[in-house]
C-alpha cells in the first residue's frame, strides 16, 4: 500500500480503475504504468519498458489537485479531476493514437 500520511492511498477506487485502463492501451506501445510510493509520494510513474527512468509522472497531491508531470518533474497539466489531466490518447480506445505523446 502506498505510504501516505493516514497509511492509505491517495487516489480514489475510481482514479484506480481509469489508470488500470490507462495500462493497458498503453502497454501496447511499451509503456508500462507502475505504482509508486515513498514518504509524501503516491504516483504513477509511465515508464518505456525495459526502462527505470519514467517518461511523466501521474501524482495526485494531499489537496485533492492532480499532476502530469514530465519525466523531468516540470509540471504539464493541474486539476482537481484525474481525467482531465491524462492525455486524451491514454484515453482513447486505440494505443497507437499519437496525440497520446504530444505533451
Given at each position: 500500500?502506498?505510504?501516505?500520511?493516514?497509511?492509505s492511498s491517495r487516489f480514489t477506487v475510481e482514479d484506480e480503475r481509469l489508470m488500470a485502463g490507462?495500462?493497458?492501451?498503453?502497454?501496447?506501445?511499451?509503456?508500462?504504468?507502475?505504482?509508486?510510493?515513498?514518504?509524501?509520494?503516491?504516483?504513477?510513474?509511465?515508464?518505456?519498458?525495459?526502462?527505470?527512468?519514467?517518461?511523466?509522472?501521474?501524482?495526485?497531491?494531499?489537496?485533492?489537485?492532480?499532476?502530469?508531470?514530465s519525466g523531468g518533474l516540470r509540471v504539464l497539466d493541474e486539476s482537481r479531476r484525474l481525467r482531465?489531466?491524462?492525455?486524451?490518447?491514454?484515453?482513447?480506445?486505440?494505443?497507437?493514437?499519437?496525440?497520446?505523446?504530444?505533451?
Open positions: 500500500m502506498p505510504n501516505t500520511p493516514a497509511g490507462v495500462a493497458e492501451r498503453l502497454r501496447g506501445v511499451g509503456l508500462a504504468v507502475e505504482r509508486a510510493s515513498q514518504p509524501g509520494v503516491d504516483c504513477y510513474r509511465i515508464v518505456p519498458v525495459g526502462s527505470d527512468d519514467p517518461a511523466w509522472l501521474v501524482m495526485r497531491q494531499y489537496d485533492g489537485v492532480y499532476q502530469l508531470l482531465a489531466v491524462l492525455p486524451a490518447g491514454w484515453l482513447a480506445a486505440s494505443p497507437a493514437d499519437g496525440r497520446a505523446f504530444n505533451r
